[in-house]
């Protein structure tokens, strides 16, 4: 299984994006700026329900990957780390008590 995570993708778009748009996409969107990248965020997110109402787990594994990346290099302009996002993920879990229970040994 891969151990590449979120994290690490977020850490390679923030250095992506200080390289040269000829080179990089990442750093094509960071120079286009935000508007750009949201519309590339929004093409995907349509793509991604595409391939999941067409139950094609493939595509959805693939557009689901676009979606992600493209996530990322929105909340990098915007100048949100990803923690923060995970935060409030956690903060809701917590809310709902879920979490002490995940992390319960199950007897
Ligand atoms: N995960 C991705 C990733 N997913 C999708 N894409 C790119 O997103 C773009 C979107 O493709 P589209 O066909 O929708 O867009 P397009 O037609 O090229 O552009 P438009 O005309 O629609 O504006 C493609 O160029 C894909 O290569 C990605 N580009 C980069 N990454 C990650 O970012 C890293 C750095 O990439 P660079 O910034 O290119 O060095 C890579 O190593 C990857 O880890």
């Keep these: 299984m891969s151990e590449f ?26 120079a286009a700026g935000q508007t750009k ?8 997110a349509v793509e991604t329900v595409i391939a999941a109402l067409a139950q094609d787990k493939k595509d959805l594994a ?11 290099v929105v909340l990098n302009i915007a100048g949100i780390p990803l923690q923060d996002v995970l935060d409030e993920l956690q903060r809701r879990t917590a809310q709902s008590g879920l979490q002490e229970k995940a992390s319960r040994p199950k007897s």
């Design 5 to 30: 995570t979120l994290s690490d993708l977020e850490k390679i778009v923030a250095a992506r994006a200080k390289a040269s748009p000829d080179e990089s996409w990442t750093a094509k969107l960071a």
């Design 62 to 72: 693939s557009e689901s990957a676009d979606l992600l990346y493209h996530l990322l």
């Design 37 to 44: 990248a949201a519309k590339k965020l929004g093409e995907e």
